[in-house]
Nanobody, 126 residues
């Protein structure tokens, strides 16, 4: 079964940076999309950034554009999320997710993803 493992996260002051990495074990699909999502206390899970596997195109939530960068590290076989200029409202549990197939319209929709990592806490203090 496909499994996603997180690394990174932690606590930082506003304006700081953090990097998240996600590695995948036992991929059984030839076409996949992967993304990063987050859930703050009392809020619904939301899409942060995602990458369409077949084309390499990326998509970002408006709230993180210009600050976050999603990338695939082929050498390490990981999906990374570089987070710069962090703000207190970025505080949440961050999840890596994977789905089979390619569909640009729903790239940031949590409900369209089948496999999820365990989540990692990101805390930004003011």
């Amino acid at each position: 079964q496909t499994q996603l493992m997180h690394s990174g996260g932690g606590s930082v002051q506003a304006g700081g940076s953090l990097r998240l990495s996600c590695s995948v074990q036992r991929i059984t699909y030839t076409t996949i999309c992967m993304g990063w999502f987050r859930q703050a206390p009392g809020k619904e899970r939301e899409g942060v950034a995602a990458r369409d596997g077949p084309t390499g195109r990326t998509r970002y939530a408006d709230s993180v554009k210009g600050r976050f960068t999603i990338s695939k590290d082929n050498a390490k076989n990981t999906l990374d999320l570089q987070m710069n200029s962090l703000e207190p409202q970025d505080t949440a549990i961050y999840y890596c997710a994977l789905r089979a197939g390619s569909a640009w319209q729903s790239l940031l929709w949590p409900a369209s993803y089948n496999y999820w990592g365990q989540g990692t806490q990101v805390t930004v203090s003011s």
